[in-house]
């Protein structure tokens, strides 16, 4: 199988989150979603984030090279993640980044060779694990926070 078909999963979650967005209205990007109290607009700009950390560890990982942070560099990114999402980014530019950080996934999984696959990847709070082993959890974190989107839209 070539890597990119890992991907088709990951696909299949981000064409759904894309339909939940597409049905939002943009009043809809300042509701509170039970949680960590993210609106609409934070848990989706926390995806894109997400989408970008993760191609950034994986082509780390394709370098021979792996995320490492000091203690300090670690609390950055903790405050970097609870940054207020840009106030804005309407509905159409959430939609864009959102592909365009899936695009960018697709792109380097394209180039992988499957022994690439089995390479280490490490982010701060994840345990060791390799670029195929992640894809379960990459997909786990979009549709949990699917589901709490769903949730705070009664839908």
């Known amino acids: 199988m070539a890597p990119a078909d ?6 299949g979650q981000r064409e759904e989150t894309l339909r939940l ?7 809809d990007l300042e509701r509170v979603v039970r949680g960590e109290g993210r609106t609409v ?30 203690p300090e560099e670690r609390e950055q990114m903790t405050r970097w993640e609870s940054d207020p999402a840009p106030s804005d980014w309407d509905l159409s530019r959430i939609r864009k980044e959102l592909v365009e950080a899936r695009e960018a996934l697709h792109r380097v999984f394209a180039r992988m ?19 195929r082993t992640s894809i379960p959890y990459i997909l786990e974190h979009e549709d949990s926070h699917m589901d709490e989107l769903r949730s705070a839209m009664n839908l």
């Not at 060779?113 to 670029?131: C, F, K, S």
């Open 41 to 70: 607009r934070q848990l989706l700009c926390h995806l894109i984030n997400q989408d970008h950390g993760i191609n950034f560890a994986i082509y780390l990982a394709l370098e021979g090279e792996v995320v490492r942070f000091s």
């Open 113 to 131: 060779t499957e022994e690439d696959l089995d390479l280490q990847i490490r982010w701060p709070e994840w345990p060791a694990r390799t670029i």
């Open 21 to 27: 967005v597409d049905a939002l209205s943009r009043d």
């Open 6 to 11: 890992l991907l088709l999963p990951l696909e």
